[in-house]
């Protein structure tokens, strides 16, 4: 199976800085990456697929790169609504793995 | 899109649950479709997906050979049949919308049904 590992599992940041997450696959999944954010009490909501693309309404503050086996989610100038966990998930493989997931707190 | 879980409570270990997902808004005869559950304060963990046909279903280790992924194309219905249930099984399940038929990520999710598994 595909292991994801996020870094790092707890961020401190202050609304308008910029933020990047990184998410590591235990072997090469090409693009095949979706990142996630999650509040307290609901669901999980889709940001990113295939690395890079942002999914419909959001904001363009969010952004993904990278390709193969490491990959970076950044936020360029959080936002009080950006306070939550975020998940990166790849689906390389018919079976998916969701990384540990990364807490992002007020400072 | 809608889909909204069902069949969540409290339940013995080694006894069994049916949850179920109904899909509203969208042509659930189209779409791969997920289970994915997360303990209360803990990440997520991917559980199964059905391809959109019902033709291939595939499992994480964990539950493999106890949970059971099925779907009614007919009704716009999700199901998860989870037996020999375990006290590590306690989380909250979604079910998730597959991007495409078969397996990819998920795009639109229920809002969770809670099992607990407790003597």
């Known amino acids: 199976d595909i292991q994801m590992t996020q870094s790092p599992s707890t961020l401190s940041a202050s609304v308008g800085d910029r933020v990047t997450i990184t998410c590591r696959a235990s072997?090469?999944?090409?693009?095949?990456l979706a990142w996630y954010q999650q509040k307290p009490g609901k669901a999980p909501k889709l940001l990113i697929y295939?690395?890079?693309t942002l999914d419909s309404g959001v904001p363009s503050r969010f952004s993904g790169s990278g390709s193969g086996t490491e990959f970076t989610l950044t936020i360029s100038s959080l936002q009080p609504d950006d306070f939550a966990t975020y998940y990166c998930?790849?689906?390389?493989?018919?079976?998916?793995?969701f990384g540990q997931g990364t807490k992002l707190e007020i400072k | 899109v809608q889909l909204v879980e069902s069949g969540g409570g409290v339940v013995q270990p080694g006894r069994s649950l049916r949850l179920s997902c109904a899909a509203s808004g969208l042509t659930f005869s189209s779409y791969g479709m997920h289970w994915v559950r997360q303990v209360p304060g803990k990440g997520l963990e991917w559980v199964a997906v059905i391809w959109y046909d019902g033709s291939n279903k595939y499992y994480a280790d964990s539950v493999k050979g106890r949970f059971t992924i099925s779907r009614d194309n007919s009704k716009n219905t999700l199901h998860l049949q989870m037996n020999s249930l375990r006290a590590e099984d306690t989380a909250v399940y979604y079910c998730?919308?597959?991007?495409?038929?078969?397996?990819?990520?998920?795009?639109?999710w229920g809002q969770g049904t809670l099992v607990t598994v407790s003597s």
């Open positions: 998730g919308r597959d991007s495409g038929s078969m397996t990819t990520y998920v795009d639109y």
């Open positions: 998930q790849q689906y390389n493989s018919y079976s998916v793995t």
């Open positions: 295939k690395a890079s």
């Open positions: 072997q090469s999944i090409s693009s095949w």
